[in-house]
Nanobody, 124 residues
Framework: QVQLVESGGGLVQAGDSLRLSCAAS????????AAWFRQAPGKEREFVAA????????NYLDSVKGRFTISRDNAKRTVYLQMNKLKPEDTAVYYC?????????????????WGQGTQVTVSS
């Protein structure tokens, strides 16, 4: 198990930017896949982005491609989600997750550790 703590959420207007951070403490981080998921009210938790341990491979939800960028700093045990050109439909609780494997997958059941989530609200 890896303990994860997200930060950086908030209330912004459409077109604004936010950067989410997820700090990992306790447990293996630098050799595992890290990802962001989100869950809007009344909806299922959905995959947003993932990054390999080396940061050489990334994967994104189609609707965020070109607007969101996932990155990581293994020395700081932190993964980031830079979100630009935010839209009201991006409003959700965003969760950081770690998969104890080197293979990127996008299913929520494929991830082993989760943070508590951070709220992102985008007003129109």
């Amino acid at each position: 198990q890896v303990q994860l703590v997200e930060s950086g959420g908030g209330l912004v207007q459409a077109g604004d930017s936010l950067r989410l951070s997820c700090a990992a403490s306790i447990g293996t981080f630098s050799t595992n896949v890290a990802a962001w998921f989100r869950q809007a009210p009344g909806k299922e938790r959905e995959f947003v982005a993932a990054i390999s341990w080396s940061a050489r491979i990334t994967n994104y939800l189609d609707s965020v491609k070109g607007r969101f960028t996932i990155s990581r700093d293994n020395a700081k045990r932190t993964v980031y989600l830079q979100m630009n050109k935010l839209k009201p439909e991006d409003t959700a609780v965003y969760y950081c997750a770690v998969r104890l494997s080197s293979r990127i997958l996008t299913g929520r059941n494929d991830y082993d550790s989760w943070g508590q989530g951070t709220q992102v609200t985008v007003s129109s």
